[in-house]
């Protein structure tokens, strides 16, 4: 089954500490990861993805198809990263995007 | 500017009455979405569309309709609003063609059924 695993739904951290926000994945074949990020207030909209491979403001993701993992992470935590965070699945299996069940970010300062 | 709209951003209703959802985007895009979000929750995928004439139903089961006359509007029908309506409904739209494109998310109608 083609499914998007974030297995917490919040995480806390204080500014400077480093940030990792897992999410792991179930797909048959060669998936297209994404990280779509909500801000209070705004519209969901996409962070970054795995083919691009690019750091948009800190964040990096890695795709390590033996564990089946695409973690977010960003070395220092800023207050500004407060957020809901979603890890999403594409691919030829699947018509549409497959969307985790998210994880909210806290920095405190 | 290219972009997504939804009309109304807010709407606060009585049980049984018909609503229409509206969504629009100017990005040239194939495929459109609609999502069911509750607040700080998981995103439900309800309805998609890949163009004109086409709609698919998607994972969450759900009393609502859409229709896909002209591209760039995609609007959300629910024939008898109830309280377990209460959420917010979100918009997307992806360019569409063989590869994985990004998803644009409109703003949201946060509805409540009273």
């Known amino acids: 089954a083609q499914r998007v695993t974030q297995p917490e739904k919040l995480l806390s951290v204080f500014k400077g500490a480093p940030v990792e926000l897992k999410c792991n994945y179930s797909y048959s074949g060669s998936p297209e990861l994404f990280w779509y990020v909500q801000y209070s207030r705004q519209r969901l909209q996409l962070l970054l993805r795995h083919i691009s491979r690019e750091s948009i403001k800190g964040f990096t993701a890695d795709l390590n198809k033996g564990e089946t993992s695409f973690h977010l992470k960003k070395p220092f935590a800023q207050e500004e990263d407060s957020a809901m965070y979603y890890c999403?699945?594409?691919?030829?299996?699947?018509?549409?995007?497959?969307f985790g069940t998210g994880t909210r970010l806290q920095v405190f300062p | 500017e290219a972009d997504i709209y939804q009309t109304p951003r807010y709407l606060v209703i009585g049980t049984g009455k018909k609503i229409t959802l509206e969504c629009s985007q100017t990005m040239g895009h194939d495929k459109m979405y609609w999502y069911q979000q509750d607040p700080g929750m998981e995103l439900h995928l309800i309805h998609y569309?890949?163009?004109?004439?086409?709609?698919e139903k998607g994972d969450l089961s759900s009393e609502s309709t859409v229709s896909r006359i002209r591209t760039e509007h995609f609007p959300l029908t629910l024939e008898s609003a109830r309280p377990s309506h209460t959420s917010q409904y979100l918009c997307?739209?992806?360019?569409?063609?063989?590869?994985?494109?990004?998803?644009?998310f409109g703003p949201g109608t946060r509805l409540t059924v009273l």
């Open positions: 999403a699945l594409s691919g030829y299996n699947t018509d549409k995007l497959i």
């Open positions: 997307a739209s992806e360019r569409g063609g063989g590869a994985f494109y990004t998803q644009y």
């Open positions: 569309s890949y163009g004109v004439n086409s709609t």
